[in-house]
Every structure is written in C-alpha cells, then in structure tokens.
C-alpha cells in the first residue's frame, strides 16, 4: 500500500523565481491538504483540495495556489519567491467521508524549499 | 480559531523509564479530534494516537496512552518503556469535528523535542 508520496525531495530556487510542488495521495484518499512547516515551527496549514477544489484555506498569500487533478494528486505553487518561503512543504491526504469517524491524515515526507 | 500550545520544547527521559508530553488547547467547538504526531530526524509526520472528544476513555496505542481532560482543555501524551527510536519532535494537533461546517484542516502546536538516554 503506497503512502503519500512527494516530490522533489529539495528544492533550491532563487527570489522571484516561480515553483511547483507535487503530491500523490494514499492509495483510496481523495483529499490533500499542504502545510508549511518553518524550521523549529509546527507545521500551518496552507490548503485543503478535494473535488479539484479549494476547500479552505488558511492565512497564505495568493502567491500560493494549488490544483487537483482526477486522479486525486496534487500541486503546490508558489509564486514571486520570499526569503521568508524557505520551509518544508507538507502534504497531507485523507478521506472526506471517513469510516468511523477516523479522520486521519497521512503525510507525506515533505519537500525542503530553499529561497536564496 | 483555535489554539494548540505545547509548552515543553525539549524533554529528556531514559531508556525504558516514562515520560509525558503536555498540550493544552482552545476551542468553543465540542466536537473534535486532537491527535499526536512524531517529527523523526526523516521529516516524515507519523500518526501516533488519536482521540475524539465524545469519547470519555482515554485512548492507548501500545506503550503510548493519553490523558485527555476535556474541561481542562488539556491533552498530554504518556511514553512508558521509552526506546532509542522514540526521540523525536512530537506535535500536538487539533481537527474540528465533521459537523462544525469547517473543513478538516489541523491546527498543530510548537512541539517538543524528546530525547531519549542510555
């Protein structure tokens, strides 16, 4: 059973520059969420896609979007880089409608954004 | 909006020996899920228990229990027979329940770093 994969593994991208980061959910998920976890934080969240829509989203700039394709993988962008988006890039999936009530979400192993 | 604070940011047990992580939340909302994640050195956020809060019984998983007392808005995770492999940063996190109209995003608190000695 495959987890919540995600790539690439580390990103070094300069200020100003544009980047995109994929998801693919649990096997039988069909809901991503993306956190953003600076060093020594805890992760904040940034979104949450299911349907191939936004659903929520918490206090991230519109330089953050995202999409989801059919198959229920994901994508982050980020655009006009920031010192400050130096972070890891969590994704989460999960099942909308969980069975008793379970409600849990799996993450991935992150990405590691580096601005320069 | 709701706020997950875990007030230790480094423990230290000894191997086999027990230790508790506290975390304390604030919520108006009565149904929810709180929940404890491990933060290994790999990055990977790993599920370590999980309790709802219509649930009276405190959950256990293992040598992991919880302590969950819903009045006191507090939730601390008990570690017994500690191993070498359960250092870690451990996070606190917080879910609205599926009926309070919000979305299931989680709400995580600062964690703890745990070390764990010979």
């Known amino acids: 059973d495959a987890g919540v994969t995600q790539s690439p593994t580390h990103l070094i991208k300069t200020r100003g520059q544009q980047v995109t980061l994929r998801c693919s959910p649990k096997?039988?998920?069909?809901?991503v969420s993306w956190y953003q976890q600076a060093l020594g934080q805890g992760p904040q969240f940034i979104f949450q896609?299911?349907?191939?829509?936004?659903?929520q989203r918490g206090n991230f700039p519109d330089r953050f979007s995202g999409h989801q394709f059919p198959n229920y993988s994901s994508e982050l962008n980020v655009n006009a880089l920031l010192l400050g988006d130096s972070a890891l890039y969590l994704c989460?999936?999960?099942?909308?409608?969980?069975?008793?009530?379970?409600?849990?979400?799996?993450f991935g192993p992150g990405t590691r954004l580096t601005v320069t | 909006a709701q706020t997950v604070t875990q007030s230790q940011p480094e423990m230290s047990v000894q191997e086999a020996e027990t230790v508790t992580l506290s975390c304390t939340y604030d919520t108006s909302e009565s149904d929810y899920y709180l929940f404890w994640y491990k933060q290994p050195p790999s990055r990977q956020m790993i599920l370590v228990i999980r309790q709802e809060a219509y649930k009276q019984q405190n959950a256990t998983e293992n040598r992991f229990s919880v302590n969950f007392q819903k009045a006191a808005k507090s939730f601390s995770l008990k570690i017994s027979d500690s191993q070498l492999g359960d250092a870690a940063m451990y996070f606190c996190a917080y879910r609205s329940g599926p009926n309070t109209g919000t979305a299931s995003k989680l709400t995580f608190g600062t964690g703890t770093r745990l070390q764990v000695t010979l």
């Open positions: 096997s039988g998920h069909d809901t």
């Open positions: 989460a999936s999960s099942l909308n409608l969980s069975p008793n009530r379970l409600y849990e979400q799996y």
């Open positions: 896609y299911y349907e191939e829509e936004e659903r």
